[in-house]
C-alpha cells in the first residue's frame, strides 16, 4: 500500500495533507526506532500521574436515571420547577401523592391472588395484608421506623391503601364494605384506579363515574416518606435500605396462603443506578447499597480474558523470533494506559462518571487493536536485514494516514456529539474521544517502543520468550519440536521482508479473487439489497424509549412488580396536574367560561376520563351555587375559600393565593389506556398541544412526563448523531483520503451500518432509547476503522484495474479487520449471558456493529468501488 504519490497514469491526488504528514511520521517513527525509551517512560509517567484522578470516582459517579437518562431541556423539567415554585408542599405535614412534583420516595408492593378466580376482597387475604403491613411499621434496622419517616397529612402518616386504612384491624370489615364498594372511584371522592387492580365490576353501572365492585386480583400499596431536608432524606434512605435487605426475610415469615408472593419496589430516589444491584448476574443475590445514599450499584463483572487473548494470539507465529507475542500484550496495555490518562483527567476536572462510560471501554479496546495490527503489517513489509530505526521510520510513513484517519474522525464524531439533549450521552462521547486522543499518541510512542525494543530482538535473533539467541538454520537430528520451539529468524530472501501470514495470503490468493468474480459481485449487490430492505423495514418498527425494568437485574423483585403493574393496573395512568401559570380573575363569569372550555378540551383527549377529574373551581362554584355564596367579586371568592377548605383539605395545596388575587391554581385530570411508549408520546403531545391552544395559559404536568420527554427527540438525536459522524468523516476524509470521490464511501458505510443496526436490533427486542443510542455512536466508531482503511488502501493502490486494487487493499488490511472484528466480539460475548438488560443490549448492539462492520469493509466496500472506482480517475 502506497502512502500517496500519483498513481499510474497521472492521476491526480489531493495529497497535500497526507504527504507532510507521511513525511512528519516518518521522522517520529526514526526517532522511536533510535531512542526507544523516552517514548516508552513518558506514557507510563503520564497515565500513573493522570490516574490518580481515579481517586475520585466514588465522587463522580452520576447515576441519577432523571439526570442522565432524560433530555437535559425537557420541557418537564421547566414545569417541575414551576410548579415546586408556586406549590410548594412539606411531606411532612400536607402530603399529597398524585400533587407530587417528583416521583417520591417510597417502598410499595403489588399483592396478587394466588389463583385467577378467586378475589382478593376476602378476610383471609386482608388478614395477610394487615400483616405485611404492621412488619413494614415495625423496619428499623438500627435506623427510623416508618411512623418516623413517614410522610404525613393532618399531623398522621399518609395511608398506603384506602381500603386498608377502612378497614383497620379488622380484616373481616372488607365484608361489610364489599356490598358498597364501587370502582374506579369510591365514597365520590377516593380514587382506587391506583391501588386495586384486576377488578370486575357490574356490567350496568349506576353511574358513569364509578360501578359496583364484583372482585379484584390485586392490590398495590405505598409507603411514601418524607424528603423536605437533608435531614428527613438521609433518613427515608435509611428506613428504604432497610426495607432492601429486610424485605425478603419479611415476605418468607409471613407464609402468605391467600395471597401470591408480593412484587416490591423502591423508589428511584434509591434505585437510580443503572447498574442497578446486584454483585454477580445471579439470581440468588438479594437487594444491594453502596455508599452512597441516592443509588443502588450493580456491581456486572464481565471477564476480560476473552478480551486480552485475541489480540496476542494473532501475533504468535511459528517462528520463535518473528513472533509478535508481547507487541499485542503492550499494545493492550497501551490501551489501558489511554483509558487510565484519559478517564484520570477528566474525573479530575470533576467531569461526572455514568456507568454508561464503561462501554467506551470496548471501543477504545477495538480501535487500538485495528491500528494496532496495522502498525505491525507495515512492519512486517520492511526489509529484515535494514536498521531498527530505519524500520520504524517505514512503518510510520506507511500507517501513518490510515491509523490518522481513524483517530481523528473518531475525536470529532464523539466530540461534536456531545452536543446531544441526553447526558449520559454526551459524557459518554466527552470520555470516549478524549481516549482516542491518548489512544493514538500512546500508538506512536508507547506501542511504537514497545515495537522497536520488540525489533531490535529481532534484529539480535533472540528468542521471544528466553531472549536468548537462537540459530536460523534447522535441525533435523534435533526432531520437529526443537526446531519448532529453537530455531527463527527466517524471512523471505526474495522480498527481504518476512513472510507474510497465511492469513494474508489467503486474502490475496483466495478471497480477494473470489470476490471479485462477476458472479459473485452480483451476488454481493443481491445481498446488499437485501440488507438495505430489511434493515429500513426494521427501522419502521423499532420502539422508542427506556423501560425502567431494563435497568435493574432480571431476578429482581422490581421486574415481577412492573410486570403486574402492567398486568392488573394499566388501565388508568398518571393523574396529571393543568396548571394555571398566571394571576386570573377568577370571579369574573367570563374568565370562569373560558377556562372551563379549555379544561373541556383537554378532558375530550382520547387519553383522559372526563369523570375523574379533580377541580377545585367546579367544587367552589357548586358550593356557592348550594349554599348562596357570593363568588362574583374578588373579596368574597377569596374568603369563602374558608368554606371549599373544609370540604376539601387538599385543596388548599392546589390555590397559590393572597387576600387579593389567586396567583396560580391546578387542576388533575385521570389519564387511562396509555398503555405503550406510542400512547406515551401521544399523550404528551395531545396534552400539551390542547393546553397551548387554550385562551388561558396552561401547562401540563407529571412527574413522569420527564421520562415521556425523551420519545420527543430520541431519534431526532440519533439522527442527529449519525449525520455528525459521517459530515466528520467527511471532512477528515477530504484532507486525508487522497481521491475526491471514494472518500464518499466511508460516510455512506456509516450510514448503511447505522441503519442496519437500528433495523435489526428491532427484530432483536431492543428499544431505542439513551442507552441503545450510546451503542450506536458506537458504530460511528467501528465504521470507521473497518471502512475507512479499506477504502484509504484502495485508492492508494499503485495496482492498475480496479478489480487488482480492491485485491491489494483486502491484502493489506483483511487480516487486521478480521483481528479487530473477533477479538472485539469475544471480549463482549460474556455480557450476552448477564442478568442485566443494559449489558445484554450493550453486547447485541456491539455484535451487528461488528458483524455489519466488517461485513461492509470486507465485502460490501471493496465490491462496491470497483464499480465507482474508475470515475475517480476522472
Known amino acids: 500500500m502506497a502512502a500517496g504519490g500519483p498513481a499510474a497514469g497521472g492521476r491526480y491526488r489531493t495529497d497535500c495533507v497526507e504527504r507532510p504528514l507521511s513525511r512528519s511520521l516518518r521522522r517520529l517513527g526514526g526517532q522511536v526506532g533510535a531512542q526507544p525509551w523516552p517514548f516508552l517512560l513518558f506514557p507510563v509517567a503520564v497515565s500513573a500521574a493522570l490516574g490518580v484522578g481515579f481517586v475520585h470516582l466514588p465522587n463522580r459517579q452520576s447515576n441519577d436515571i432523571v439526570a442522565q437518562f432524560t433530555p437535559r431541556w425537557s420541557p418537564a423539567k421547566a414545569d417541575r420547577r414551576l410548579v415546586q415554585e408556586r406549590f410548594p408542599s412539606r411531606d411532612s405535614q400536607r402530603f399529597s401523592a398524585q400533587r407530587l412534583t417528583t416521583e417520591g420516595a417510597f417502598a410499595s408492593f403489588v399483592a396478587v391472588v394466588k389463583e385467577p378466580n378467586q378475589t382478593l376482597l376476602t378476610p383471609a387475604a386482608f388478614a395477610e395484608l394487615l400483616a405485611l403491613d404492621r412488619a413494614m411499621w415495625r423496619l428499623n434496622a438500627s435506623g427510623p421506623t416508618y411512623l418516623e ?45 391506583a391501588s386495586l387492580g384486576g377488578v370486575a365490576v357490574d356490567a350496568q353501572p349506576p353511574s358513569e363515574k364509578s360501578r359496583p365492585v364484583l372482585a379484584a386480583k390485586a392490590m398495590r400499596l405505598f409507603y411514601y416518606l418524607q424528603e423536605d431536608d437533608a435531614a428527613q432524606r438521609e433518613a427515608s434512605v435509611k428506613w428504604l435500605k432497610a426495607f432492601l435487605v429486610q424485605i425478603p426475610d419479611v415476605l418468607a415469615s409471613l407464609n402468605l396462603t391467600s395471597v401470591q408472593g408480593m412484587g416490591s419496589k423502591p423508589s428511584h430516589r434509591l434505585d437510580q443506578g443503572p447498574n442497578e444491584e446486584m454483585e454477580e448476574a445471579g439470581p440468588t443475590n438479594g437487594w444491594r447499597c453502596n455508599g452512597e445514599p441516592d443509588v443502588i450499584v450493580v456491581r456486572e463483572r464481565p471477564a476480560s480474558g476473552p478480551t486480552l487473548s485475541p489480540s496476542t494470539r494473532h501475533k504468535l507465529r511459528l517462528d520463535c523470533v518473528q513472533t509478535k507475542v508481547w507487541v ?14 484519559s478517564f484520570g483527567l477528566l474525573m479530575s476536572c470533576e467531569v461526572p462518571f455514568p456507568i454508561t462510560v464503561a462501554n467506551a471501554l470496548f471501543l477504545i479496546l477495538g480501535v487500538a487493536i485495528v491500528d494496532m495490527s496495522i502498525m505491525v503489517s507495515c512492519w512486517q513489509k520492511t526489509k529484515v536485514k535494514d536498521e531498527v530505526k530505519d524500520r520504524m521510520a517505514d512503518t510510520y510513513a506507511e500507517a501513518a494516514v490510515s ?3 481513524t483517530t481523528l474522525t473518531g475525536i470529532l464524531a464523539f466530540y461534536v456529539a456531545s452536543a446531544t439533549s441526553f447526558p449520559s450521552i454526551q459524557l459518554f462521547c466527552i470520555y470516549t474521544g478524549t481516549a482516542f486522543i491518548f489512544c493514538y499518541i500512546y500508538n506512536l510512542t508507547f506501542l511504537g517502543a514497545i515495537l522497536t525494543l520488540n525489533g531490535r530482538r529481532e534484529e539480535s535473533n533472540r528468542h521471544w520468550l528466553t531472549c536468548m539467541k537462537v540459530s536460523t538454520e534447522t535441525q533435523e537430528s534435533r526432531g520437529s519440536a526443537y526446531n519448532m520451539c529453537c530455531v527463527g529468524g527466517s524471512y523471505n530472501e526474495s522480498t527481504g521482508a518476512e513472510f507474510e501470514h497465511p492469513m494474508n495470503g489467503f486474502f490475496r490468493k483466495h478471497f480477494g479473487p473470489f470476490l471479485m468474480h462477476p458472479c459473485t459481485k452480483v451476488f454481493v449487490v443481491v445481498l446488499y439489497l437485501g440488507y438495505l430492505g430489511s434493515s429500513i423495514y426494521g427501522c419502521t418498527r423499532v420502539k422508542e424509549g427506556i423501560d ?18 402492567d398486568n392488573y393496573f394499566k388501565d388508568y395512568g398518571p393523574k396529571v396536574m393543568v396548571i394555571v401559570t398566571e394571576s386570573l380573575p377568577y370571579w369574573n363569569s367570563s374568565v370562569r367560561s373560558d377556562l372551563e372550555n379549555c379544561m373541556q378540551f383537554i378532558e375530550n383527549s382520547t387519553y383522559v376520563n372526563e369523570y375523574l377529574s379533580e377541580s377545585w373551581l367546579r367544587t367552589h362554584i357548586t358550593i356557592a351555587k348550594t349554599m348562596y355564596l357570593a363568588i362574583d367579586d374578588p373579596v368574597s371568592f377569596i374568603q369563602n375559600f374558608v368554606t371549599l377548605f373544609q370540604m376539601n383539605p387538599e385543596f388548599e395545596l392546589d390555590i397559590n393565593f393572597t387576600d387579593q388575587a389567586v396567583l396560580a391554581s391546578r387542576f388533575f385530570i385521570q389519564t387511562v389506556n396509555v398503555l405503550t411508549a406510542v400512547d406515551e408520546r401521544m399523550l404528551l403531545e395531545q396534552l400539551r398541544g390542547r393546553a397551548a391552544g387554550c385562551k388561558i395559559p396552561l401547562r401540563v404536568y407529571h412527574p413522569a412526563f420527564i421520562y415521556f420527554d425523551q420519545y420527543l427527540v430520541i431519534a431526532q438525536n440519533t439522527i442527529q448523531n449519525a449525520v455528525i459522524g459521517s459530515g466528520a468523516m467527511l471532512l477528515i476524509s477530504l484532507l486525508l483520503i487522497p481521491n475526491p470521490l471514494c472518500l464518499l464511501w466511508v460516510p455512506f458505510a456509516i450510514g448503511s451500518i447505522i441503519v442496519g443496526v437500528t433495523g435489526f436490533m428491532a427484530f432483536w427486542g431492543v428499544n431505542l432509547d439513551s442507552i441503545s443510542m450510546i451503542n450506536l455512536i458506537i458504530c460511528i466508531g467501528f465504521s470507521v476503522v473497518f471502512s475507512a482503511h479499506i477504502s484509504y488502501a484502495f485508492v492508494s493502490s499503485e495496482k492498475p484495474g ?16 478480521v483481528q479487530g472484528a473477533v477479538s472485539t466480539i469475544l471480549g463482549v460475548l460474556v455480557l450476552s449471558m448477564a442478568s442485566a438488560y443494559i449489558f445484554r443490549t450493550f453486547f447485541k448492539i456491539m455484535f451487528l456493529v461488528i458483524l455489519f462492520g466488517a461485513l461492509h469493509g470486507l465485502i460490501f466496500i471493496p465490491v462496491f468501488l470497483t464499480f465507482f472506482g474508475l470515475l475517480g480517475r476522472l
Open 802 to 817: 480496479m478489480n487488482d486494487r480492491a485485491v491489494d487493499a483486502l491484502y493489506h488490511l483483511g487480516y487486521p479487520v
Open 548 to 565: 425502567l425494568r431494563h435497568l435493574v437485574n432480571d431476578h429482581s423483585h422490581v421486574i415481577k412488580y412492573y410486570n403486574w403493574t
Open 149 to 193: 419517616v413517614c410522610a404525613r397529612s393532618r399531623n398522621s402518616c399518609a395511608s398506603p391503601n384506602p381500603l386498608l386504612g377502612a378497614v383497620g384491624d379488622n380484616p373481616a370489615y372488607i365484608e361489610t364494605l364489599l356490598p358498597g364498594l364501587t370502582f374506579p372511584l369510591w365514597r365520590r371522592q377516593v380514587f382506587l384506579g
Open 328 to 341: 499485542g500484550v503492550f499494545g493492550v496495555l497501551s490501551s489501558g494506559l489511554a483509558v487510565l490518562s
Open 403 to 405: 491509523v490518522t484517519i
